[in-house]
């Protein structure tokens, strides 16, 4: 089945250290997206790819880093620099069709934890 | 700037009450995209609607149904008959020039037997 998957479900991570969070997507989308949720809050916007090899800053992008070496995998890293890393993330992906927006589907999401 | 207002925190009603769900939205924009997703406990957020800016057509898929009014920049989204099942977090989103989203604060919706 075409969808998008996140991994792990739950990282715990301690202060001080990196932490990586897998995304990929098999729909053959060209965007792929990542965004914050905090309890209770919206979703906001940490790191965009419209196309492989290029990405730009959201609304929050300090402590945080990106790469789209493959039209498939979109994976964030959280630095010991993000100052609240405690969060839940969602990765989503589109087609870059050209409309003005289009529909952005979601992976299940991962729960961070920083100890 | 855009924005987008979800005045209800939370709502609770009673399996089988119909139950609206407000948005308003604030976009310069000519051109823009409306959509709602539901987020249930799992997380996961499930794409339901995806309306443009000119169309005005109010849309009923089964118990939903969603009534867009460009007038009063409002998007209000409605479960008749409600059931546990649609207990839930469910987001309105504006969708601006650049394929971005702008995400509501959400509305959590409580559903009881």
């Known amino acids: 089945d075409g969808g998008i998957t996140q991994s792990p479900k739950y990282l715990f991570r301690k202060e001080g250290q990196n932490v990586t969070l897998s995304c990929e997507q098999n729909?053959?989308?060209?965007?792929m997206y990542w965004y914050r949720q905090d309890p209770g809050q919206g979703l906001r916007l940490i790191y965009y790819?419209?196309?492989?090899?290029?990405?730009q800053k959201g609304d929050i992008a300090e402590g945080y880093s990106v790469s789209r070496e493959k039209k498939e995998s979109f994976p964030l890293t959280v630095t010991s620099a993000q100052k609240n890393p405690t969060a839940f993330y969602l990765c989503?992906?589109?087609?870059?069709?050209?409309?003005?927006?289009?529909?952005?589907?979601f992976g299940p999401g991962t729960r961070l934890t920083v100890l | 700037a855009q924005k987008v207002t979800q005045a209800q925190t939370e709502i609770s009603v009673v399996e089988k009450e119909d139950v609206t769900l407000d948005c308003v939205y604030e976009?310069?924009?000519?051109?823009?995209?409306l959509f709602w997703y539901k987020q249930p406990p799992s997380g996961e957020l499930v794409f339901l609607i995806r309306?443009?800016?000119?169309?005005?057509q109010n849309e009923i898929s089964g118990r939903y149904s969603w009534n867009f009014q460009k007038s009063t920049s409002s998007f209000n989204f409605t479960i008749t008959a409600s059931q546990v099942v649609d207990s839930a977090v469910y987001f309105c989103?504006?969708?601006?020039?650049?394929?971005?989203?702008?995400f509501g604060g959400g509305t959590r919706l409580m559903v009881k037997p």
């Open positions: 989503a992906s589109s087609l870059n069709s050209g409309l003005i927006t289009d529909t952005q589907y």
């Open positions: 729909l053959n989308h060209d965007a």
């Open positions: 790819s419209q196309i492989v090899n290029d990405f």
């Open positions: 976009t310069r924009d000519t051109t823009y995209y």
């Open positions: 309306r443009n800016s000119f169309d005005e």
């Open positions: 989103a504006l969708g601006n020039a650049g394929n971005m989203l702008t």
